[in-house]
């Protein structure tokens, strides 16, 4: 029901959020997804189908998006040169549904993408706070890691060590969900890891000045900079991603990457802010 309700309201601000798009359009633009699942089974919102996600792989490949590596969007903000409509492709969390389902319809497409993980969680019994109850949560093992290394395709970034909320960290506790993370995967995986995700899009001032010692990009999710001619390498550190729910489907989906949802980001950012000025 719940699940029902949301998709209703985002179709009721669909037709508002045509007639913004239809004054504030951007030509030139790099927008960031946000994946977490692909799994039939999972019942929650951040995870889509598996026939949604390669209906939303085929819409971009059939409309012609570049769909670009985390690398060369860092690339195109530092050079000033974003042409066109380009989309970086990321997940979080590092599930196995990724290795499973997700990563053979990307490869299928030629679509690179990139994988946030928290290194530890990896070859642990350990689930997610908000996995506790749910049967299907397997996380990626090193060994599926280590086999998606040596794919053109994957990249790897950091969610933190352990998952844990950037304003909740002290500043003694940065080094080590930030750095060591970095430092294991590197080590791990013998490649830079150059890029990270604020877990649940939670921002922090500190956290950001202690990334640009590690990462060459931190992403948010609606609370981040869009990414357009205006964004500069000022704001690599608090990136824009949008988020893909299973309430999206297909049309929601093409509504979401044309900025048809204007208004269900405003409010998701406005209940962000509140949560956050909540817990201080």
Not at 43 to 49: D, G, I
Not at 140 to 155: A, F, P, R, T
Not at 159 to 172: G, S, W
């Amino acid at each position: 029901m719940a699940l029902f309700i949301r998709t209703i309201i985002k179709y009721i601000l669909v037709p508002i959020g045509i007639i913004y798009a239809a004054f504030n359009k951007s030509k030139d633009e790099i927008l960031i997804l946000m994946y977490h699942r692909v799994d039939d089974d999972v019942k929650k919102e951040l995870a889509v189908t598996r026939r949604d996600f390669n209906w939303q792989m085929n819409y971009l490949y059939r409309k012609g998006y570049n769909v670009i590596p985390m690398d060369e969007a860092y690339f195109r903000i530092w050079e000033h040169s974003i042409r066109g409509k380009n989309i970086v492709i990321t997940f979080d969390d590092g599930y196995e549904d990724y290795y499973t389902n997700a990563y053979p319809v990307l490869k299928r497409y030629g679509f690179p993408s990139i994988v946030y993980l928290c290194p530890g969680y990896i070859d642990t019994d350990k689930k997610y706070w908000w996995d506790k109850d749910e049967k299907h949560a397997r996380l990626m093992q090193w060994k599926h890691i280590y086999g998606l290394n040596q794919e053109d395709l994957v990249d790897f970034g950091s969610h933190t060590m352990t998952h844990v909320d950037m304003d909740k960290l002290k500043k003694k506790e940065f080094d080590t969900e930030l750095g060591m993370s970095k430092r294991l995967m590197e080590d791990r995986l013998n490649r830079s890891i150059r890029h990270f995700a604020y877990p649940r899009g939670i921002y922090s001032k500190f956290g950001e000045e202690v990334l640009g010692r590690y990462y060459d990009t931190g992403v948010l999710i609606s609370n981040g900079k869009k990414i357009d001619k205006e964004c500069n390498i000022c704001n690599a550190y608090t990136l824009k991603r949008i988020p893909i729910l299973k309430s999206d489907g297909r049309y929601l989906f093409i509504a979401r990457i044309k900025g048809w949802l204007v208004l269900e980001e405003v409010i998701r950012k406005f209940i962000m802010l509140y949560r956050t000025g909540r817990r201080r």
